[in-house]
């Protein structure tokens, strides 16, 4: 497994979260192209890890997945752009349950990751792979600008400043006429605690977290956007898994949608 410095080497962390959730709780989210991508790893599913954390990674893309397929549906032609895409596979999940249709997929994210994503994945229909930073914006000249996109930033923003989130999203707003933005937060400063913690644990100190948001509406007065939704982490999950999941993962996810410490945020313009 390739080391990577500092942010760029969290991008292994979620396919654990994945992973975990696939084998364990497929019913409830199951990621077959991460099952297949796992067998190229000598490590495997991080030890030390907790079921919370993996449950964490497993919600986020369990929710991100519908608000695409919700786009998508709504669309037909559009783009799907995923900045910091790292080794995720949202490209396969959706595929598998929507079809190909006239979408185009694009994954962003810096050079190194987009060779090792290259090595995993190879090349694949209607996904293109661009190789920049994403804050720099050039990779916009690959894109049709003029149809409906919805842009998704997966466990990217948490680890940046909010004035260069907030200036990052102006731009996304100028370049994208017809754009809708969804991503993952921490709510109020405590809820990075945990998480900064784990980091630690993992060694990786150039990757602690920064961003949060105190208060959704007025974020999206700052970025001049309008909040469609707001969604907590774990609802369906805790439905659906309530007899599976360990005590103090059970505990851990209540408190965590009751005083709504992990949050989805989905802003358009």
Not at 40 to 61: D, H, L, P, Q, V
Not at 101 to 121: C, S
Not at 231 to 237: G, W
Request: net charge neutral.
């Amino acid at each position: 497994m390739e080391k990577l410095d500092g942010v760029a080497n969290t991008l292994y962390v979620p396919l654990y979260g994945r992973i975990y959730v696939s084998k364990k709780f497929p019913e409830y989210f199951y990621d077959e192209m991460a099952l297949k991508i796992e067998e190229k790893f000598t490590s495997g599913i991080s030890k030390g890890s907790f079921e919370y954390t993996n449950m964490a990674y497993g919600a986020r893309y369990y929710n991100m997945d519908k608000m695409i397929i919700k786009f998508i549906e709504e669309h037909k032609i559009s783009n799907i752009i995923l900045l910091g895409i790292g080794l995720e596979t949202a490209y396969d999940r959706i595929t598998q349950k929507c079809g190909l249709g006239e979408v185009n997929y694009y994954g962003i994210d810096l050079p190194e990751v987009i060779e090792i994503r290259k090595k995993y994945f190879g090349e694949r229909k209607q996904e293109t792979l661009i190789a920049g930073d994403m804050f720099e914006m050039e990779w916009k000249e690959q894109i049709d600008t003029s149809i409906p996109t919805l842009l998704i930033v997966s466990g990217v923003f948490q680890y940046f400043f909010e004035d260069k989130i907030i200036e990052f999203i102006k731009n996304l707003k100028k370049e994208f006429p017809y754009g809708e933005l969804v991503f993952d937060t921490a709510r109020k400063k405590t809820g990075l605690r945990f998480a900064n913690w784990y980091i630690r644990r993992t060694g990786n100190l150039e990757a602690l977290m920064h961003f949060y948001i105190e208060d959704s509406v007025d974020f999206s007065k700052k970025t001049d956007t309008i909040l469609v939704e707001e969604l907590t982490f774990f609802k369906d999950a805790r439905e659906l898994l309530r007899k599976k999941l360990n005590f103090i993962t059970k505990l851990f996810m209540k408190i965590a949608d009751s005083k709504r410490q992990a949050l989805i945020i989905h802003l358009k313009w």
